[in-house]
């Protein structure tokens, strides 16, 4: 297999703050305004939650203004910042009118009220998370410079659950992580950085996650010990921390655990006795951790045990483990990426993508209350384009969790630059019609459309140990991204990247310009030099990086591109294909089945194309693919360009390590040009029109 | 990638004594008649090498005969065997006549004589070596049911070094090994199971194998260490179990261990320090193993530190080792894989088959008396079919050694049943025209042509630690023929076939043309469902398991098809191609460049063909290709057909162990079947003339 190497030193630490650098604000001005409101700290209340507010403040205003504010319980003249929260301080509700009644669970408010000449800057949450969430909104506000105009600023997040998934094992391995080894774990024990977990705690809940997940989905041997004696009470430990920034903890488990753990001689959801061993393993469990948030669960999926085996479906799964959970206030996270990996490639009677809507369609209404089901955004897994699951639209009485995955499995392990906000903006804004037009996912998973009791985001982290964290550093406006997204769908892919790159670097209009661009183009360049119109998969096996068109295609994971020498792409009809295009509302079929309507960057999902093919741009498929992947190549270098003419702007290891790995991408998106064009080339001996070099 | 599970228990013990089973004769007659002679057993000479031949003789009787001899220094009446060495018992000599001028240093003769009706069967050896040898094709003899008839025999093993190479490391993994772990290692110790050793040693004996290198030639941190202190002991104690059966010990050896220690700062072969660190690193070995038998070294392939580091030759290399071990006889034996493993696919001027030749024959007559040059059989890497190294016949004035592959990379994984020998005969018998037409491989290996001081056969091993050895029982067969053959080459296929057979199973005369029918064809079956006409290189990358057209086409390694949808193939020409035919002799250079002349067997090795051109057979190349495919599955089936049919004259666990093999077999041939067609098909888009299911 290819191996490219690419450097680009990730452990260099000025990389290490992210979105919370706090750097000197520059604008002498709003500096100086700033400076004179936030002399003072009135906060009359304390707890874990309230004190990491209080030293985030403390923390931000010294880096961004200078400043070493007093803390006190008395407001201080002439002007003061005021914490608090409505739940935690009566004085509080006076202070604000019927913008309380606004203030959701986690909602808060920034507003600035004068009386007496007195000028107070009031950040309030309804609870202390809000008011947290309310102080790094504020801080964000100073370091990209904005001004007080836009107050009162009233926040409630979109959506409730907003979680991030580690695939951490305990060995210390990330399965696909691309930015190092586990921050949690080595040597099979919780042993990590507790400071660096802390650090990691502050930054997810400064852009408002809620939830973590801290181990792989995949849960082996040692991991499936987490909720025992063996290495609870360490788990404790790492709830503790993630407490005092409002992030429940939840922990993958092992469906089999009864059984691996030697005890009981089943794992049948329906049996007495395995129902028993849950009730009184959560009882343990929660003796630990009074607020442990709940399981996540991969069972039946890629080799996992499940209740099949029993003969019981996901429900049974599912709600067993629900009923366990249920007295203490757990939730129970189900994941819906089922299907056959063992499929033999000659038969194109099954298809993959239909296979989580098979499976979970027909249990609609049949699980517990907290149970939640967690479907990917694609039918397949991830890859760069793919239309939005048929399950979000068709579930109605189901609490469901959008999964994302922010590692960069398929989009270029972040050696590649790949700012995926844009991919996410264009599921999230997918219209099911559901409900008729205007049925978005957004709206289904923020629960407006169904009213289901939970919802939300979750992610498959990009976090590692990696001094950057994300290994290519511009990784984090990613991880940023997400949760941005998950506060607030509305957010636009330019809004977050604005924000990230003024955070990150520096408010120089030329610099933000320029990264904006650099992140805005870099999912469609990506695209572009990679697999064409929504087909995917065509990278070498189990690692998943670099070019292998036929990789996966004889296979038996489902995942085929069906190419010969006078077309490519699966019929996924329901007439004369696969049927999957069915599974989505009428609306929605009717768009996918039909070529000529057909959103042509999902071309070659849907349909079987011959290479003579015109797109509506008038090229013809192979030479749309040609055009593509030569324009891809250009486009990387563009982008080291741009990147080349901020060398001034950006400190110098960070200009080092993003050139290195722009350097890197460069190489290796010839690479896959080559490959593409090449195999193309070589079956339909269809030439270049332009006569540029294929091999 | 595939995974085809094969079943079928290498661990059933019946198995474990391969061909030194020695199980009861059946015919009565000679049973008897050798009963009467053998008695008997008189031997006036005591070493470690008689003593196992002695012990060899006791165990097998015992077992074919039933029968347990009295050993004494006088002979009984009226028969006896005699037992002796032309060096150790003086008179041997009296009892052999002008035979004695013919034996050679590990030759035997075995002899009837009969006088005053006292008959004496003497089994004598030139040394205790060639004794062992003797007394080993003594019981051959016997087993396989052969009279005396074909009496007085004397062999002399035509090659000189005859020799076992593992890959073995001291984790106890085995690169390319397919028969469990390591018999010699174990968490970086050498643990081996010493009883288990001495039995390895009996059974390399017993062929007359004469030379083993124990570890991997990819040395690593812990195998680096065996020439030292941590590990020295070890190593002679198994040296110890080897020089009792005649068997010299090498190891490989890591040639930056001076650096690798930690002792020096470099390990340039021509620095003073570096020369006298090997010397005083072989006065070290050698008081240990006095009679140690050398290193083996992979240099500066492969990512493996070497001489060109320091700006330095291969024949500066092996002869600063060469002279660090002459002082005690030892041999440095350096291997020719040298090739540039970091090739981009898109360059057609470099081709990876001219590799070693390039390297090595400019150093022709450059290398000191006791290195030897080990040749790989081909130029790439053991495909299923190559054409001979053209370095062979090439070099003149340097000594060598044939690298053949026993453990089956690419050829079945010892879950097929691939026969080796057959292939082998076709690289021994091949003619290099080098001094004119009848300048054989074998001729130039047993120096008969170029009368080189040192010369020889080296084999990658098939032996693990299953309890069968190899794996696949059958794979046995290709551990006695290569030691067959390094003994004498003119050895057919079907004589080591049937000798094999009769000693591993039975002399039944079904079973044994049954057997013999299922070995020789299997070789051309393999072929047959997998890369056709010597292209090779279509397995999936890494573990080389399992069918993958462009697994290896878009990748470093220099090995490409270059199949487009008009035909495949690499022109090797100098004319218009590579120029790797232009490195034979030029009768055979004329050979392999014209199209009509190239065997086809080779043709795609050294042409680009397209799929219309018609090959003698009348067939076109596309339909040759469907052809042997649809073939290949029918002759796997047959396979098991033909195993069947034995089903009552073998044992049942090694008639079931061999049947689930099969039928692993047979799953996996179609596998490579429609993988192969499909890719060709979906390709070209030309049909199968026949209409048979292509996908």
């Known amino acids: ?112 009220l004068t009386e007496n000449e007195q000028k107070q800057l009031l950040v309030a949450g309804k609870t ?76 997810l809940a400064s852009v408002g996650i809620n939830a973590i997940a801290i181990n792989n989905v995949n849960v082996h041997k040692f991991e499936t010990l987490l909720i025992t004696d063996r290495y609870i009470k360490d788990a404790a430990k790492l709830n503790e921390i993630f407490r005092s920034y409002g992030i429940k903890l939840f922990l993958s488990i092992n469906f089999a655990s009864p059984l691996s753990t030697g005890e009981l001689f089943t794992a049948d959801p329906l049996d007495k006795e395995v129902r028993k061993w849950w009730k009184n393993r959560a009882e343990f469990i929660y003796a630990y951790m009074p607020d442990f948030g709940g399981f996540l669960v991969k069972a039946d999926s890629e080799g996992r045990p499940g209740p099949f085996t029993y003969g019981r479906t996901h429900a049974d799964g599912a709600n067993m483990l629900a009923e366990a959970l249920k007295p203490h206030g757990g939730l129970v996270i189900w994941r819906c990426f089922v299907y056959n990996c063992l499929q033999d490639w000659r038969d194109r009677t099954i298809d993959r993508a239909k296979a989580a809507y098979d499976h979970f369609m027909p249990l609609d209404g049949a699980f517990a209350e907290n149970v939640l089901l967690q479907i990917k955004n694609g039918p397949m897994d991830f890859q760069v384009r793919e239309p939005v699951s048929p399950l979000i639209g068709g579930l109605e009485k189901t609490n469901q969790v959008l999964e994302l995955q922010t590692t960069q499995e398929y989009t270029g392990q972040q050696k590649h630059l790949c700012y995926l906000v844009p991919m996410w903006k264009e599921v999230l804004d997918f219209d099911t019609c559901a409900k008729g037009r205007g049925t978005s996912v957004k709206k289904i998973i923020s629960r407006e459309v169904f009213k289901n009791k939970y919802g939300g985001f979750a992610t498959v982290t990009n976090i590692g140990d990696d001094t950057n964290w994300t290994g290519h550093q511009m990784a984090q406006a990613n991880t940023f991204g997400y949760a941005r997204l998950a506060w607030d769908p509305e957010l636009t892919s330019e809004e977050i990247a604005e924000s990230w790159i003024r955070l990150t670097y520096s408010n120089d209009r030329i610099l933000v310009d320029t990264i904006k661009d650099m992140l805005l183009g870099s999912w469609r360049t990506y695209e572009n030099y990679t697999s064409p119109l929504g087909i995917g998969w065509m990278v070498n096996p189990n690692h998943h990086y670099g070019p292998n068109v036929d990789g996966y295609e004889y296979d038996k994971w489902g995942t085929y591109h069906r190419a010969d020498h006078k077309g490519i792409g699966v019929d996924r009809n329901v007439r004369n294909g696969t049927g999957y295009a069915g599974q989505y509302h009428k609306e929605v079929a009717r768009l996918y089945e039909n070529v000529e309507t057909c959103p042509e960057e999902l071309l070659l999902f849907f349909h079987y194309i011959p290479y003579d093919y015109r797109l509506k741009s008038g090229e013809t498929l192979i030479q749309y693919i040609y055009n593509t992947h030569f324009e891809g190549v250009e486009q990387a270098e563009e982008l080291k360009r741009k990147w080349e003419s901020l060398k001034d702007k950006v400190e110098e290891d960070v200009f080092g390590h993003v050139m290195e790995r722009l350097e890197g991408q460069i190489t290796h998106s010839k690479e896959w040009r080559d490959i593409i064009n090449t195999y193309f080339f070589r079956k339909t001996g269809i030439p270049d029109e332009l006569g540029r070099k294929i091999y």
Chains 1, 2 share one sequence.
């Open 1 to 112: 297999m290819s191996n490219f190497v690419v450097a680009g030193n990730p452990k260099s630490t000025s990389m290490y703050k992210c979105w919370l650098k706090y750097y000197k604000l520059e604008n002498k001005k709003l500096s100086g305004e700033y400076k004179n409101l936030l002399k003072s700290i009135v906060i009359k209340e304390n707890t874990a939650i309230t004190q990491s507010a209080v030293n985030e403040l403390k923390r931000g205003l010294a880096g961004i203004l200078g400043i070493r504010p007093e803390i006190s319980e008395e407001p201080a003249k002439p002007a003061f910042l005021m914490l608090g929260t409505l739940s935690g301080n009566k004085s509080i509700a006076g202070l604000l009118g019927r913008e309380k009644q606004n203030l959701g669970e986690e909602g808060f408010i920034i507003k600035l």
């Open 128 to 203: 202390d998370r809000g008011l947290l969430y309310g102080v790094f909104s504020l801080l964000r506000l100073i370091q990209t410079g904005t001004g007080l105009d836009g107050l009162p600023r009233i926040e409630n997040p979109v959506n409730q659950l907003r979680m991030v998934n580690h695939w951490d094992n305990m060995d210390r391995s990330i399965e696909r992580g691309y930015a190092g080894k586990s921050i949690f774990y080595k040597n099979n024990k919780i042993t990590g950085n507790l400071a660096r977990i802390s650090d990691y705690a502050r930054m």
